[in-house]
């Protein structure tokens, strides 16, 4: 299994700008999450989806948005990039239903400029 | 609002020696927690979780302690190698509801 994976592991956007952020998992797990990781400061919860169609917010989701239509994909959309979104972007999946050991993907390191 | 804390933001230790990362919560109804282990440009990675009904979990060199009367949580590392230096989050679980809230982190310093 490759696990959970990101793409880019890289990317610079203009102000104004908007791009979609790739997460893939092939563990069949039914939750899947967004962090935001600033430096020196843990991990903030932006969306999650407990199932393929159901997504929900959580603690940062202004200026994201996601969707999930399948179970292995759950990408998240910039939708108009602002250097208060530069930051290591985090996927996660775990199994769900009370088994909350999540697996995270490498990270994309986003740079608005 | 209740958020989950640390109590040192670096450790140094010698290898070798036992390491202690400390953890404090606020908030009572919390009723799960994970520790994470991050390395340098990787990922979190799972360590060891505990459930609230628990004092004391054990898992290979690592053991996690809960004291629930002061809203506590540590990590206790043996025999400390270089290769467990990274950062340590700890995580809590509030309503079941797979949203996990991370505190900011602990640096872990491996001196050899």
């Known amino acids: 299994n490759a696990g959970v994976t990101q793409t880019p592991k890289f990317q610079v956007l203009k102000t104004g700008q908007s791009m979609t952020l790739q997460c893939a998992q092939d563990?069949?797990?039914?939750?899947m999450s967004w962090y935001r990781q600033d430096p020196g400061m843990g991990l903030r919860l932006i969306h999650y989806?407990?199932?393929?169609?159901?997504?929900d917010q959580g603690e940062v989701p202004n200026g994201y948005n996601v969707s999930r239509s399948t179970t292995e994909d759950f990408p998240l959309r910039l939708l108009s990039a602002a250097p208060s979104q530069t930051s290591v972007y985090f996927c996660?999946?775990?199994?769900?239903?009370?088994?909350?050991?999540?697996?995270f993907g490498p990270g994309t390191r986003l740079t608005v400029t | 609002g209740e958020s989950v804390g640390l109590h040192l933001p670096t450790l140094s230790v010698q290898e070798g020696d036992n390491s202690i990362i400390n953890c404090a919560y606020s908030?009572?109804?919390?009723?799960?927690f994970i520790w994470y282990k991050q390395e340098s440009g990787k990922g979190p990675q799972f360590i060891i979780d505990i459930r609230s009904n628990m004092d004391k979990r054990q898992g290979q060199r690592v053991t996690v302690l809960l004291n629930k009367t002061v809203k506590h949580l540590s990590l206790q590392i043996a025999a400390t190698q270089p290769g467990d230096s990274a950062v340590y989050f700890c995580a809590e679980n509030i309503d079941n509801n797979n949203d996990m809230r991370f505190g900011a982190g602990t640096r872990l310093t491996v001196k050899p």
């Open positions: 908030n009572s109804a919390s009723d799960y």
């Open positions: 989806s407990v199932g393929a169609g159901i997504t």
């Open positions: 996660a999946s775990s199994l769900g239903d009370y088994s909350y050991e999540q697996y």
């Open positions: 563990m069949n797990h039914e939750y």
